[in-house]
């Protein structure tokens, strides 16, 4: 057997393919960023065609570097940023309309309405999400309304939906000769359009968005050793089976070998996603958590997990180097956060659009409060970080409100993790210790676990499991009081940011 399995990790901001070998270790990475189409405020979309483009560029490179060819690979996975929709002419694989982005709040009005009536608590309680623009169903809708000749084609069986998983596998199988059009039951828990229960498309919420059938994919398992097909082979891409493909925060979950329910990790990327394994039982969330597919190995009943999904984390970092400019670099931010002690009583909630888990507030914007003349660059540094912190510390525990679990050790990963600084205040705030593996690059090493369980690479989750290692840990460090008095500063702040936007 080849001796390596690759994994294409599609982000929101950039597309990578990494190589790992048994251990789990990596051998190889290529990474390219795509552009963030931004026509207007709250719109966000990325072009199908530059993501396929980057993907096909990165596997190739990869393994140029690496000395290996497609024949090394014993199989590959495939990771996406989730929700993020495309819809496309099947006949000549051109996307009706850029894909429309998860942080997108363009269809605003489609969600309100549906929460006007009873069929809110429909999509609730059969996909596991509240209403909102986050997902894909209104998205989709959007497309099919707004697009000329979206919807004639649709109806007649010519334009297919696809998630970024969709996109890429269609294409990496032959796209117009012949791709396949699948998805994963992780992904399409994200839609708004599967029945958790079932793992079917479900007729009902296809109608509350009036969405033809015939544009979906088939829906298999994580990890499939034959419904994904095969590469074709094009631009170096060599002929490898697709035996994994789930979302990008459910394959950090396996790449965190998070797989006994009660198991949590919490990723910190773009926005922040905790996820709690909650077994082959399906929790019903109370405090405004979702319910989610975790993953499904083969032929193996689906696990399930509550997230909690915050939408802007380290994109709060980037705002300010890119809008405010108070640094230069991402990295930055610790050394200037560093100069103070504590935040100077300033707090900031980077409500940008809107707050998600535990809120679901579409109506926040952002503040920064509690300023006075005393307070620097530093402090809203310092502030940025622990509203990183602050928003975990939210979701934790509606996490322990719903399922009584305790979150005893976090296990943490994503681009934030590089700050020491950041994940000691997080320990801190939560009052419980944070632990960093080895592999941080947990998504695609999720991707990789999948598929290569799939093609018999792995023998199982306890193989994989063993291959864990932790790299660095934080205590926390706070007394009690103070724990409990910047929380509860906390949740004034939040406070403020809502009912800010008019309801039209
Ligand atoms: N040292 C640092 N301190 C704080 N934030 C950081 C640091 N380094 C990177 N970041 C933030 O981490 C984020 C990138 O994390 P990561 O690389 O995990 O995301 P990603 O997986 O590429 O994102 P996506 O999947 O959404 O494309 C950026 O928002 C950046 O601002
Ligand atoms: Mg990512």
Not at 47 to 67: F, K, Y
Not at 285 to 302: D, H, R
Not at 388 to 415: N, P
């Amino acid at each position: 057997m080849a001796d390596f399995i690759g994994a294409v990790d599609q982000g929101t901001t950039s597309t990578r393919f990494m190589v790992f070998d048994h251990d789990g270790a990596e051998v190889a990475r290529h990474q390219l960023e795509h552009e963030q189409v931004l026509p207007r405020a709250g719109w966000v979309e990325h072009n199908p065609l530059e993501i396929w483009d980057r993907t096909q560029t990165v596997i190739g490179s990869a393994l140029t570097r690496a000395g290996l060819s497609g024949s090394d690979l014993a199989a590959i996975g495939i990771t996406n940023q989730r929700e993020t929709s495309i819809v496309w002419d099947r006949r000549t694989g051109r996307p009706f309309h850029n894909a429309i982005v998860w942080q997108d709040t363009r269809t605003d009005s489609i969600a309100k309405a549906l929460d006007a009536d009873e069929r809110g608590q429909t999509i609730r309680h059969k996909a596991g999400l509240p209403p909102a623009t986050y997902f894909s169903a209104g998205k989709v809708q959007w497309i099919l309304e707004n697009v000329d000749g979206a919807r004639e084609a649709a109806e007649r069986g010519d334009a297919l939906f696809g998630t970024l998983d969709t996109w890429l596998v269609w294409n990496l199988t032959g796209g117009p000769r012949g791709g396949i059009h699948a998805t994963d039951v992780t992904n399409a828990s994200r839609t708004m359009l599967m029945d958790l229960t079932t793992l079917d498309w479900d007729d009902e919420l296809l109608g509350f968005f009036d969405i033809p059938r015939r544009m979906l994919p088939d829906i298999h398992a994580s990890s499939d050793d034959t419904a994904y097909g095969t590469t074709s082979g094009e631009r170096g891409t060599a002929k490898v089976p697709i035996t994994g493909v789930l979302g990008d925060q459910q394959a950090a979950t396996v790449g965190q070998v998070c797989f006994e329910p009660g198991e949590a990790k919490n990723t910190y990327g773009t926005g922040n996603f905790l996820l709690l394994n909650t077994g082959t039982e399906l929790v019903r969330s109370e405090n405004g958590l979702l319910t989610t597919v975790a993953y499904q190995f083969g032929s193996a009943a689906p696990v399930y997990a509550l997230e909690g999904s915050i939408a802007v984390t380290g994109s709060a970092v980037q705002w300010l180097r890119d809008q405010l400019g108070i640094i230069s670099g991402a990295s930055e931010i610790e050394g200037l956060a560093a100069q103070v002690d504590d935040t100077g009583g300033v707090y900031f909630v980077p409500a940008f659009s809107g707050l998600f888990a535990p809120y679901w507030r579409s109506d926040a914007r952002g503040a920064i409060v509690g300023l006075s003349r005393f307070n620097t660059n530093a402090h809203l540094a310092r502030a940025t970080l622990e509203a990183i912190c602050y928003q975990s510390r939210d979701v934790a525990d509606a996490m322990t409100a719903d399922s009584g679990v305790r979150i005893e050790t976090l296990r943490v990963d994503g681009g934030v993790t590089a700050n020491r600084l950041c994940m000691q205040l997080q320990a801190d705030i939560l009052g419980v210790p944070v632990s960093k593996p080895v592999v941080a690059e947990t998504t695609a090493l999720g991707a990789a676990y999948a598929a290569g369980l799939a093609a018999g690479f792995w023998s199982g989750t306890e193989e994989l499991r063993s291959k864990w290692a932790e790299a660095e840990r934080w205590e926390p460090q706070w007394s009690d009081d103070q724990r409990r008095d910047g929380y509860a500063g906390w949740r004034k702040a939040v406070e403020r940011t809502l009912d800010w936007v008019d309801v039209d």
